[in-house]
């Protein structure tokens, strides 16, 4: 037994020495930090123990104004040994830095933006959050597939990487770049003060590279759509098909993806070499025309190819099927007699199907209406006739004569999932055939029946300069041809300033800056109008000429849970200031203390925000 006990005393010691694991902290600044934070992980000789719970749990190191951990009040010149701490989440680096080491594995809000750095590190895959302006930079890095939010002005950055499909909000230098690398549905601003306009930047090719940025090599891009007069172009009234599978094969790999909601899709495979495209079988009354197209790729390719939808039946011009609807709100009263008096609102809607034979001989015509039994249910028909097959609805007519119309309505209910009936597909497509041909028309009516527009937001912002931002959103647009801005002094009386033209389909977000304001307080609206020339109104939003500042503070900026606001204009005591979300959406309402006060965000979503006031903007960025 004696002789094993100086073997065990060696591996005892050997397993004691393995749980601390030391390195230098070459910054003296840094040292200094981490001896008064976290005295218990260094040793006496200043080394820092890696494994040190303190070190270990630490998750976020913000601003001074957030009252947590920060690195105010020490002039950190170099963050070497910041990659051990490895539960960071949040990191507000110190000013002046001219380097980055490694970053943590797990970060996902990087504000280093206000020093010296000429070159950033390797991303981690988890960053959501990335603000690097104001320094040296010449170039990015990879961006990761999580990135949200990137802010890249005032520095030496003419071109920029790959672009993750996650991406949805971008500050840069519009002088400096001048095209994207890829197709975005994020939202790209060029950098002039809060808040950014918001822009337009085209896809980089040979001709509008003038940075002679890299190119991603090979892309291949289109729409898939409903070609109803069969010319295989998108035409205005004709629909986008959303849910496409489109493939592509070559050098011994298989693509796939599936269009979005206005019917896009987009390949960029990694070589060259010969590429053929196709897309699934959409319907035994439809081919995809190209229904197969081979491309030979080859350095810096860049190909558009839209898939056209064709109706198979042989008797174009004889059939037709058109359709409208909406959904409304039910409120009953279970009990009449309680008080105070409770209601209960349920959504109900009703489609009218109407059906024409345009040709010279008598149909059996064949009604089927596809619809989303995941979403709504169906009720009953003004048509006995009518059966559900569970996902469409099929009438089986006879005798339609040459000239005639026909119609019916259908009526649905949302389903016990759905609580509001602007969010779900009413009905995807409708088809009329007959057994010696026809033709068929699909109508798109993704959301409120066939309404054809929903605006789920307008916004107008004073900027620094007396213009206003108007921007506004809507969902599921169908059959909407334009936006016209009116402007007004009084509230009253409304003249035209700018006519802007409506995408027609999809979700989609618009802006339009205006001339000098002299007014003090400026209205706007906006007129929407359809394609048959109908219109409506939007409600009314002002601004206020800003002749001063916002006469508010807020910190931290960048923020996470909690924001803090300084009033330091006693105009503004009680009076209302909002916190607008990047897409113009007024997310809360704050009434403003003659003071400080501290507001609770921790339940808004991290991204690009900004704080109104009756006299200017000011810009937060949230990063939980």
Same mark, same amino acid.
């Given at each position: 037994?004696?002789?094993?006990?100086?073997?065990?005393?060696?591996?005892?010691?050997?397993?004691?020495?393995?749980?601390?694991?030391?390195?230098?902290?070459?910054?003296?600044?840094?040292?200094?930090?981490?001896?008064?934070?976290?005295?218990?992980?260094?040793?006496?000789?200043?080394?820092?123990?890696?494994?040190?719970?303190?070190?270990?749990?630490?998750?976020?190191?913000?601003?001074?104004?957030?009252?947590?951990?920060?690195?105010?009040?020490?002039?950190?010149?170099?963050?070497?040994?910041?990659? @051990?701490?490895?539960?960071?989440?949040?990191?507000?680096?110190?000013?002046?830095?001219?380097?980055?080491?490694?970053?943590?594995?797990?970060?996902?809000?990087?504000?280093?933006?206000?020093?010296?750095?000429?070159?950033?590190?390797?991303?981690?895959?988890?960053?959501?959050?990335?603000?690097?302006?104001?320094?040296?930079?010449?170039?990015?890095?990879?961006?990761?597939?999580?990135?949200?939010?990137?802010?890249?002005?005032?520095?030496?950055?003419?071109?920029?990487?790959?672009?993750?499909?996650?991406?949805?909000?971008?500050?840069?230098?519009?002088?400096?770049?001048?095209?994207?690398?890829?197709?975005?549905?994020?939202?790209?601003?060029?950098?002039?003060? @809060?808040?950014?306009?918001?822009?337009?930047?085209?896809?980089?090719?040979?001709?509008?590279?003038?940075?002679?940025?890299?190119?991603?090599?090979?892309?291949?891009?289109?729409?898939?759509?409903?070609?109803?007069?069969?010319?295989?172009?998108?035409?205005?009234?004709?629909?986008?098909?959303?849910?496409?599978?489109?493939?592509?094969?070559?050098?011994?790999?298989?693509?796939?993806?599936?269009?979005?909601?206005?019917?896009?899709?987009?390949?960029?495979?990694?070589?060259?070499?010969?590429?053929?495209?196709?897309?699934?079988?959409?319907?035994?009354?439809?081919?995809?025309?190209?229904?197969?197209?081979?491309?030979?790729?080859?350095?810096?390719?860049?190909?558009?190819?839209?898939?056209?939808?064709?109706?198979?039946?042989?008797?174009?011009?004889?059939?037709?099927?058109?359709?409208?609807?909406?959904?409304?709100?039910?409120?009953?009263?279970?009990?009449?007699?309680?008080?105070?008096?409770?209601?209960?609102?349920?959504?109900?809607?009703?489609?009218?199907?109407?059906?024409?034979?345009?040709?010279?001989?008598?149909?059996?015509?064949?009604?089927?209406?596809?619809?989303?039994?995941?979403?709504?249910?169906?009720?009953?028909?003004?048509?006995?006739?009518?059966?559900?097959?569970?996902?469409?609805?099929?009438?089986?007519?006879?005798?339609?004569?040459?000239?005639?119309?026909?119609?019916?309505?259908?009526?649905?209910?949302?389903?016990?999932?759905?609580?509001?009936?602007?969010?779900?597909?009413?009905?995807?497509?409708?088809?009329?055939?007959?057994?010696?041909?026809?033709?068929?028309?699909?109508?798109?009516?993704?959301?409120?029946?066939?309404?054809?527009?929903?605006?789920?937001?307008?916004?107008?912002?004073?900027?620094?300069?007396?213009?206003?931002?108007?921007?506004?959103?809507?969902?599921?647009?169908?059959?909407?041809?334009?936006?016209?801005?009116?402007?007004?002094?009084?509230?009253?009386?409304?003249?035209?300033?700018?006519?802007?033209?409506?995408?027609?389909?999809?979700?989609?977000? @618009?802006?339009?800056?205006?001339?000098?304001?002299?007014?003090?307080?400026?209205?706007?609206?906006?007129?929407?109008?359809?394609?048959?020339?109908? @219109?409506?109104?939007?409600?009314?939003?002002?601004?206020?000429?800003?002749?001063?500042?916002?006469?508010?503070?807020?910190?931290?900026?960048?923020?996470?849970?909690?924001?803090?606001?300084?009033?330091?204009?006693?105009?503004?005591?009680?009076?209302?200031?909002?916190?607008?979300?990047?897409?113009?959406?007024?997310?809360?309402?704050?009434?403003?203390?003659?003071?400080?006060?501290?507001?609770?965000?921790?339940?808004?979503?991290?991204?690009?925000?900004?704080?109104?006031?009756?006299?200017?903007?000011?810009?937060?960025?949230?990063?939980?």
């Amino acid at each position: 037994m004696k002789k094993n006990l100086p073997s065990l005393l060696i591996a005892i010691f050997f397993i004691v020495s393995a749980k601390a694991q030391y390195v230098n902290i070459p910054d003296p600044e840094f040292k200094r930090f981490l001896q008064n934070k976290y005295p218990s992980c260094l040793d006496n000789n200043g080394m820092l123990d890696t494994t040190c719970a303190d070190i270990l749990a630490l998750t976020s190191i913000t601003d001074a104004a957030t009252g947590g951990v920060s690195f105010s009040n020490y002039s950190i010149l170099n963050l070497d040994g910041i990659q @051990y701490f490895k539960s960071l989440k949040n990191l507000y680096c110190p000013r002046g830095l001219t380097s980055l080491p490694t970053l943590p594995e797990n970060l996902e809000w990087l504000d280093c933006s206000n020093s010296l750095l000429t070159i950033l590190p390797k991303l981690p895959q988890s960053l959501k959050v990335l603000n690097c302006s104001n320094n040296n930079l010449n170039s990015l890095p990879s961006l990761g597939d999580s990135l949200q939010h990137l802010e890249c002005y005032n520095n030496n950055i003419y071109c920029l990487p790959a672009l993750p499909g996650s991406i949805n909000a971008i500050v840069l230098d519009s002088s400096k770049i001048h095209c994207i690398p890829d197709t975005t549905s994020g939202r790209v601003f060029n950098y002039n003060g @809060y808040p950014s306009n918001d822009i337009h930047l085209p896809v980089c090719n040979t001709a509008n590279n003038v940075n002679n940025c890299p190119l991603i090599p090979f892309a291949i891009s289109g729409s898939v759509f409903y070609d109803n007069n069969n010319n295989e172009i998108i035409d205005s009234a004709e629909p986008y098909k959303a849910n496409c599978k489109v493939f592509l094969s070559g050098n011994s790999k298989i693509y796939s993806t599936t269009t979005n909601q206005n019917g896009f899709y987009i390949f960029m495979p990694e070589t060259a070499g010969s590429y053929t495209l196709t897309e699934d079988t959409i319907s035994q009354l439809y081919t995809g025309v190209p229904a197969i197209d081979t491309f030979n790729l080859t350095t810096d390719t860049s190909i558009t190819q839209n898939i056209a939808l064709q109706s198979t039946l042989k008797n174009k011009d004889s059939l037709a099927i058109t359709g409208q609807g909406l959904f409304i709100t039910e409120t009953s009263y279970p009990d009449p007699q309680s008080f105070p008096l409770v209601g209960i609102d349920t959504y109900s809607g009703s489609m009218g199907i109407q059906y024409y034979n345009n040709g010279s001989v008598s149909v059996n015509p064949a009604i089927t209406v596809y619809y989303d039994s995941t979403k709504i249910k169906y009720r009953n028909s003004s048509n006995t006739s009518v059966i559900n097959t569970g996902k469409s609805l099929l009438l089986m007519d006879t005798n339609l004569l040459p000239g005639e119309s026909r119609s019916f309505t259908l009526f649905f209910a949302d389903t016990t999932t759905i609580n509001n009936p602007d969010s779900f597909s009413f009905v995807t497509n409708a088809t009329i055939t007959t057994v010696n041909g026809g033709t068929l028309t699909a109508f798109m009516t993704e959301a409120l029946g066939l309404l054809p527009l929903n605006l789920t937001a307008f916004n107008a912002v004073s900027k620094a300069d007396n213009t206003a931002l108007l921007f506004w959103s809507t969902v599921n647009e169908i059959n909407a041809k334009s936006f016209v801005v009116e402007q007004s002094n009084d509230g009253l009386h409304f003249t035209d300033i700018a006519s802007i033209k409506a995408r027609g389909t999809g979700n989609n977000q @618009y802006s339009f800056t205006t001339d000098k304001l002299n007014a003090i307080i400026t209205y706007f609206r906006l007129r929407m109008i359809d394609n048959d020339g109908k @219109y409506t109104y939007s409600t009314i939003v002002k601004t206020t000429n800003n002749t001063t500042n916002t006469a508010i503070e807020v910190s931290p900026n960048p923020a996470t849970n909690k924001v803090t606001i300084r009033n330091i204009n006693t105009a503004l005591f009680n009076t209302s200031a909002k916190i607008v979300n990047s897409l113009g959406v007024i997310v809360k309402n704050v009434l403003l203390k003659q003071s400080t006060q501290t507001i609770d965000i921790s339940n808004l979503p991290s991204g690009l925000y900004f704080i109104q006031t009756e006299n200017g903007i000011q810009k937060i960025i949230i990063a939980h």
